[in-house]
């Protein structure tokens, strides 16, 4: 299970997991109630559904887990981490599923689903100013977007430093250091991960004011 903050690259260290292991690990499709964007494949990307779907699928326990975020529903099934795991590779073993999931659905998963006994990974950027920064010159959000996703960052920061939220930080400071520190704690070839940085007490504080004030 990966966790982190909008534009940490949580995308881009798990594209090269599946380039290096395709047969090993699978990315679990998870369902949303907003729209495809451009370059999205739906069934790929994310299974897009109505709001009425996705809350019938709620009313029938398939979700693992699901959250909120900018006024869209997004959720991980059941049924599509054991899409992932009938899969095998040549020598017959189950590929595995990796989820990329915010720190709602982290505390959904321990608190229902314990039983998965999954490896939580925190995606961390180097710091909050420098991820505040990359979202701000991104070009492509409007300033609400942005108001949203640093302050959910924040919030997703305050929860990683609560002792025993996750099994292992990466800190993703050089994307090839970052992705080897991934692949080995993924393969269990590590235990021993990054710290998190400095909280940035004021500009955290801030951001989840403004998040909340927004909301």
């Known amino acids: 299970m990966l966790c982190g903050p909008s534009g940490v690259g949580k995308s881009t260290l798990l594209k090269r997991l599946f380039n290096q292991y395709p047969e090993e690990y699978g990315f679990s499709v998870s369902h949303t ?3 495809p964007r451009p370059g999205e494949t739906p069934g790929e990307s994310y299974h897009y559904v109505t709001r ?7 009313e029938q326990g398939a979700f693992l887990e699901h959250a909120k975020f900018g ?19 040549k020598e017959g073993k ?8 915010d720190a709602q659905g982290v505390r959904l998963i321990k608190q229902n689903h314990a039983y998965l006994n999954p490896i939580f ?8 100013s420098a991820l505040r920064e990359r979202l701000s010159g991104r070009g492509t959000e409007t300033p609400d ?4 996703r640093i302050g959910m960052a924040a919030e997703e920061l305050a929860f990683a430093r609560t002792p025993g939220s996750f099994d292992a930080v990466v800190v ?8 080897e520190l991934l692949r080995a704690l993924i393969r269990g070839e590590r235990t021993s991960s990054d710290e998190l940085p400095p909280e940035e ?3 955290e504080s801030a951001a989840r004011k403004a998040l909340e004030e927004g909301s």
């Open 33 to 35: 109630t907003r729209a």
């Open 52 to 58: 009425e779907a996705f809350e019938k699928l709620i």
């Open 71 to 89: 006024g869209n529903r997004y959720g991980t099934t059941a049924k599509a981490v054991e899409e992932v795991s009938k899969l095998t590779t």
């Open 94 to 101: 189950r590929r595995r599923a990796v989820l990329d999931i």
């Open 121 to 128: 990974i925190f995606i961390s950027p180097p710091s909050f």
């Open 145 to 148: 977007s942005i108001r949203r």
């Open 172 to 179: 993703n400071d050089n994307l090839d250091r970052a992705y």
């Open 201 to 203: 007490k004021e500009a």
